[in-house]
């Protein structure tokens, strides 16, 4: 089993900064892509920010030149940096990875979500 371990809560003001973390652990062999995505009151999921295992990266329109993502594979951990935060970024930031296990003999893809982070921004 795999668990996605979400930290870096907060409450900030408008202009402030704030990182995230999510770290992967349990039986894995490799993480392929690692993404953030956010979801405010009312609204769809949407992806905020993804990186494969290639280390290319893509962003939302509305964090391009704000936020970065980055990841740290030897400890199975994505970061997600934010800056300039405005209060339209509030929401609850999910962390989401595919992941390689092996499965009754056979290396598998699965899917896992953390637990989810909320972060406020006032204005």
């Known amino acids: 089993q795999v668990q996605l371990v979400e930290s870096g809560c907060g409450l900030l003001q408008a202009g402030g900064s704030l990182r995230l973390s999510c770290a992967a652990s349990?039986?894995?062999?490799?993480?392929?892509?690692m993404e953030w995505y956010r979801q405010a009151p009312r609204k769809q999921r949407d992806l905020v920010a993804k990186?494969?295992?290639?280390?290319?990266?893509n962003y939302a329109d509305s964090v391009k030149g704000r936020f970065s993502i980055s990841r740290d594979n030897a400890k199975n951990t994505v970061y997600l940096q934010m800056n300039r935060l405005k209060p339209e970024d509030t929401a609850v930031y999910y962390c989401?990875?595919?992941?390689?296990?092996?499965?009754?003999?056979?290396?598998?893809?699965?899917?896992?979500w953390g637990q989810g982070t909320q972060v406020t921004v006032s204005s």
């Open positions: 349990g039986s894995i062999s490799s993480i392929n892509t």
């Open positions: 989401h990875a595919e992941i390689k296990m092996w499965s009754y003999g056979s290396l598998k893809d699965y899917s896992y």
């Open positions: 990186m494969p295992s290639g280390g290319s990266t």
